[in-house]
């Protein structure tokens, strides 16, 4: 068989032709996108199992409104027992930790071109979404007016988590679109 130097390898017969993705390629882009934010949400969980007291006394100070203007139409809001504060903090590391393994399996199904990969790396980012979005802007910033503390306020990073893993689920979702028919982006 006279080949070319140059032409493609062919397939082993009975398997599918391996197909080599690029460097900017919309899935190389989201199996990078889906580790950055799993070894971020990683980070952010060993940190607070291994410096347990730094965040959950920021949880607590949080939720029991100690730092805010001290509003008594807001105050009824504060949760100042410490069993359910711990109890709050507890869970924020057990979903963060769930979050992390879920955004390490996307990677992992990303690397072996998976086509659970964007399901899982879907999920694993919602995730993130909710704890940041729901838990730290919507609940800790407004519902306990986490805004108007000066010492404890952690909207600022909770903001910069729901944008980087908004942005890595919007090419999630998008990679993979001229596969299924969809014009290219």
Not at 90 to 111: C, H, K, S, Y
């Amino acid at each position: 068989m006279n080949r070319s130097p140059d032409a493609p390898p062919v397939p082993l017969e009975g398997t599918a032709p391996q197909r080599t993705q690029s460097f900017g390629s919309h899935e190389v882009a989201a199996a990078l996108l889906t580790a950055t934010v799993a070894l971020l949400v990683a980070l952010v969980a060993f940190g607070n199992i291994t410096d347990f007291g730094t965040n959950r006394d920021f949880v607590r100070h949080v939720l029991a409104m100690d730092t805010t203007f001290q509003d008594e139409d807001l105050m009824w809001r504060a949760v100042t027992s410490r069993a359910l504060q711990d109890a709050a903090y507890v869970a924020i590391i057990a979903w963060e930790t769930v979050a992390a393994l879920v955004l390490l399996a996307g990677t992992w199904l990303w690397a072996r071109r998976s086509p659970r990969a964007r399901q899982i790396s879907t999920a694993g980012l919602v995730m993130v979404l909710l704890l940041f979005g729901m838990g730290f802007l919507a609940i800790g910033g407004e519902w306990f007016a986490m805004w108007q503390s000066d010492d404890w306020n952690g909207l600022d990073a909770a903001t910069r988590n729901v944008v980087l893993s908004g942005v890595a689920l919007l090419v999630v979702l998008g990679a993979g679109q001229r596969d299924r028919g969809a014009p290219a982006p």
